[in-house]
């Protein structure tokens, strides 16, 4: 067998354990008409953090929302394609029963209920268990974020930071294999989001918890992830490993720096690695 046949036949750095999650050439409609999401596919494998990223538009939020199942809430729907998490297919079902099956969403902005506390908004993660360890898990939470045991008023006097963990603190209630975590940096200061993301980093490896991080700040993103995505036009258009994004110069000048007014389309390198069952 040739060298190029071996390495065709080679499995990727993805692919090479099976992946907890697998998006497979899906398209996402809005309203019966428009087009968001174009035969996107990706995989997140079992433990891992994987990093998707973009420029506004670009569709990451929708990617999101179809994997949670929040896309009924906004008249979208995947036409084509599926969703499987874990072994079973799960796009089409409803958004409560896809949180049972072991996948929580932090969405953008936070999205804690303000006039309810902590605490409460921490047991409202947990509404879907049955069990009675929710107290444990509360601990468990407020020893990652202690922040939040001090802050014993209303949820919507916190702090931004405080906000977002208080966000990522009511997903581990749920006890999740898999968060979905939508511009956890958003609004955030410099030191806010690396602390947040180094809290990011630590349940991962403390807890287990598979993370597909959304992000916008590429940077902080691949500082964490072992593997990312970069999407435009609702399409992924360039994957690799985080030191391979990190090095890659059109990475670089697109999302690191570099560009200026000068951004770049991706659409136009001729570096894009796609695999045959994208095409």
């Given amino acids: 067998m040739t060298q190029a046949a071996e390495a065709a036949r080679a499995p990727s750095a993805v692919t090479a354990t099976a992946p907890l999650l697998d998006v497979r050439n899906i398209e996402v409609v809005y309203d019966n008409v428009i087009l968001v999401l174009r035969g996107l596919s990706l995989e997140v494998p079992n433990g891992a953090i994987v990093a998707l990223l973009g ?6 939020s929708t990617t999101l929302k179809a994997i949670s199942g929040l896309l009924k809430t906004e008249d979208g729907e995947v036409t084509r394609g599926e969703i499987v998490f874990n072994g079973e297919r799960i796009n089409g079902i409803d958004p409560d029963k896809i949180v049972r099956r072991g996948i929580f969403q932090v969405m953008e902005g936070r999205r804690i209920i303000a ?7 921490l ?8 069990d009675n360890e929710v107290g444990a898990d509360i601990d468990m939470v407020f020893n990652y974020f202690p922040r939040l045991k001090e802050r014993t008023g209303l949820a919507g006097y916190l ?10 603190g009511r997903a581990l209630m749920a006890r999740p294999k898999m968060i979905l975590m939508d511009e956890p940096s958003m609004g955030l200061s410099p ?7 180094a809290i990011i980093k630590e349940i991962n490896r403390d807890l287990g918890v598979t993370i597909l991080l959304v992000e916008q700040n590429a940077r902080a993103a691949l500082s964490v992830a072992s593997h990312g ?8 258009v360039l994957d690799g490993s985080a030191d391979e994004l990190r090095d890659n110069e059109d990475v670089k000048e697109f999302y690191l720096g570099g560009a200026g007014d000068q951004r770049k389309s991706f659409k136009n390198l001729k570096s894009f690695k796609r695999r045959k069952r994208w095409l």
Avoid at 115 to 121: F, K, L, Q, Y
Avoid at 191 to 197: I, Y
């Fill in 55 to 60: 420029a506004n538009g670009a569709g990451k």
């Fill in 115 to 121: 006039d309810m506390t902590s605490i409460e908004n």
């Fill in 123 to 130: 047991k409202l993660g947990a509404f879907t268990r049955g």
């Fill in 159 to 168: 702090s931004g930071g405080e906000q977002q963990m208080l966000a990522i």
């Fill in 191 to 197: 030191l806010l989001v690396k602390e947040v993301f």
């Fill in 229 to 236: 995505y970069i999407m435009e036009q609702g399409k992924v």
